[in-house]
């Protein structure tokens, strides 16, 4: 009954063997995600044979095998569709004739954050939930929603998964996507160095000295009183609750599931997203529900799992 | 087999006989919306007794009643849940009293650009579509959205209802609904003389003299020359094309499907809309159809009618 699940993410790729919603054992290895993910195929492979090793389970025995992606994914065909700056290769490419000459066993395949979402749904932070927005602040923003129950997939499999790629301001810089002032374009681990370069306070910033700039170094930099760091926060924060609002507007949650490294520092930073976002959205029902991933590693691989479980149902 | 259909819109109370999914008669009144709605039942039964007298169809002969109303709808309690700054006192107010006191027939109730999509589906521009969004340029902004053929309600009711109510500018006016830089608060009608005003140059505009100034006045000045009223059309589509690519990567469908006041000057405006959304959508699989309602005064008492049938079976 055990699962194989692999999370092709922009940095690692992590893989994990999966038993009645809990994880048994994991490993991770870079993902070299520039260079396509045809060329690391036999690489996770070989990684899924030592842990299966490790852990004394045969390949017969396990009953399924789960794939994530970080792009826009045809989850009834098992196909990439459209993909950014990464695994680009993977677009088109027949996973399914992968799986069959390597694994043969059953195999689904899953957008990275409709994973998350399930895997947190089923066994994490949002179970019990039907009616959950769920925002990753990553490398970029991912999203995914579920309607009464229902995961949203859309007509070309990409309703719910672009929820950071709404504007939040249209005279922002060109995104990645095609669009102008997307939500990750501004507030997205990627956008951080860019936007803050645009700023003149920022070369008297500690952070302009830093060689990296993530969430956790533009919120510690203002607890230690940097003054470009505090203002710079009070700009995230209006970005990334003006994106929870155009979520909550356009999908009628009763809850939004918060993940990704921001999260690690979700003390200091989600009284302050609830605050805005409560004072800006029109809910005349109540107040919506923030809830935070506790087990953002593992959201994604359960999910597969969960998947796998659905589709032999 | 005949239903009577009321749309209680901010400024005219329209009321339509509709048999086989088309209009058999119709008449319009002034709504005072500002007042309030019960004041106004007994009017809407009054033109609705008269319009039915100068067709020779008797009450009992009607089967089904159908109300539109500009506000949050819950359809199958037929409630109104929250509505700004008109029929204020329409909220938890007991209509399927009303209804069966002054009717006594099978009662639907239904968000106003809802009614219209549902319509528009059925009868309209959109007839055959089963994913789309409908953006309703009147006032303010109203859509709706259909996915897989169901019409998008959500948990409490909001979903697909609030696109005017998405941002396009988060350090924008504040909007009524609570939210900052809202498309609707930057580019609907409502919205065209306070935003202008911020301007310096509308001063010199043709546009400040006039009494009114609406979709059509911008379109005309900007026609005639006026340099501000160019600047500002190129402002306007700008908002009108952030605010549809929000709602296509938000909904996923195969058609947006435009209406209202704006579209009068269809000619004038869609291919500039066209152009800036397809260069703006993150849409792999392919381009956005635009469709443009042919009734567009007809498509809410049409949809209230689609209603009635589809509660009946």
């Known amino acids: 009954?055990?699962?194989?699940?692999?999370?092709?993410?922009?940095?690692?790729?992590?893989?994990?063997?999966?038993?009645?919603?809990?994880?048994?054992?994991?490993?991770?290895?870079?993902?070299?995600?520039?260079?396509?993910?045809?060329?690391?195929?036999?690489?996770?492979?070989?990684?899924?044979?030592?842990?299966?090793?490790?852990?004394?389970?045969?390949?017969e025995d396990c009953t399924g095998l789960g794939i994530a992606i970080?792009?826009?994914?045809?989850?009834?065909?098992r196909q990439v569709l459209s993909i950014h700056e990464k695994y680009e290769d993977a677009i088109g490419y027949s996973f399914d004739g992968w799986v069959r000459e390597r694994f043969a066993m059953p195999f689904a395949m899953e957008n990275d954050a409709r994973a998350a979402l399930i895997g947190e749904t089923a066994y994490g932070a949002a179970q019990g939930e039907k009616d959950v927005v769920m925002v990753i602040?990553?490398?970029?923003?991912?999203?995914?929603?579920?309607i009464d129950g229902q995961v949203l997939r859309g007509k070309h499999h990409q309703a719910g998964v672009l929820g950071g790629h709404l504007t939040t301001d249209r005279q922002g810089p060109l995104c990645n996507c095609g669009n102008r002032g997307c939500l990750e374009e501004f507030a997205s681990h990627r956008a951080?160095?860019?936007?803050?370069?645009?700023?003149?306070?920022?070369?008297?910033s500690v952070l302009s000295a830093a060689?990296?700039?993530?969430?956790l170094s533009v919120i510690e930099a203002r607890?230690?009183?940097?003054?470009?760091?505090?203002?710079?926060?009070?700009?995230?924060?209006?970005?990334?609750?003006?994106?929870?609002?155009?979520l909550i507007h356009a999908y009628d949650p009763d809850a939004v599931l918060l993940s990704g490294g921001l999260m690690k520092s979700a003390e200091a930073v989600l009284p302050l997203i609830e605050e805005e976002v409560h004072g800006r959205t029109w809910t005349p029902w109540g107040k919506v529900r923030f809830l935070v991933s506790s087990q953002p590693d593992a959201s994604v691989l359960l999910g597969l799992s969960k998947l796998l479980d659905t589709k032999s149902n």
């Open 137 to 146: 602040f990553g490398t970029g923003i991912g999203t995914a929603v579920m």
């Open 211 to 215: 060689d990296e700039m993530g969430y």
């Open 223 to 246: 607890l230690s009183g940097d003054g470009f760091a505090a203002a710079y926060m009070e700009e995230l924060v209006s970005h990334w609750s003006a994106g929870i609002v155009n």
């Open 70 to 77: 970080p792009g826009i994914v045809n989850s009834a065909e």
């Open 192 to 204: 951080l160095r860019p936007r803050a370069m645009e700023s003149r306070a920022f070369k008297d």
């Open 1 to 59: 009954m055990t699962h194989i699940t692999i999370d092709f993410g922009g940095t690692n790729i992590k893989i994990g063997l999966v038993l009645n919603g809990a994880i048994l054992a994991h490993s991770s290895m870079p993902s070299y995600s520039g260079q396509g993910i045809q060329g690391r195929l036999d690489d996770a492979e070989r990684a899924v044979r030592k842990l299966l090793g490790e852990q004394g389970i045969r390949m």
